[in-house]
């Protein structure tokens, strides 16, 4: 079981931090991505970290602002989201994959497990 948390309402240009706590199993192993989806629209892939070396990929939208990474002891994975934006605004969701990427960005069908969202809202 994955629960996401961290959301919030935020000013544009400020910072969040969203936390994936995994529990029910062990998913140290696991690649755990996030993704997000606003109203209207459908789910986008936003970060990923690869369970076996936690090479870490993220999505255009968030380079240089976003950071997933991950605590092994804690089962627990976290994105970091600075400089936030009012089109950052979404429901955000943890995810976690066994399957391998042939082709990045990765989609919803690799990830076999969801957690429920969290909601971020960025203010103008």
């Known amino acids: 079981q994955l629960q996401a948390s961290g959301g919030g309402l935020v000013q544009a240009g400020g910072s969040l931090r969203l936390t994936c706590a995994a529990s029910?199993?062990?998913?140290?192993?696991?690649?755990m991505g996030w993704f997000r989806q606003a109203p209207g629209k459908e789910r986008e892939f936003v970060a990923d970290i690869r369970g076996s070396d936690r090479v870490t990929y993220s999505a255009a939208s968030g380079k240089g602002r976003f950071t997933i990474s991950g605590d092994n002891a804690k089962n627990t994975v976290y994105l970091q989201m600075n400089s936030l934006k009012p089109e950052d605004t979404a429901l955000y969701y943890c995810a976690a994959r066994t399957v391998e990427i042939g082709r990045y960005p990765p989609t919803v069908s690799h990830y076999a497990y969801w957690g429920q969202g969290t909601l971020v809202t960025v203010s103008s």
């Open positions: 029910g199993r062990t998913f140290r192993s696991y690649s």
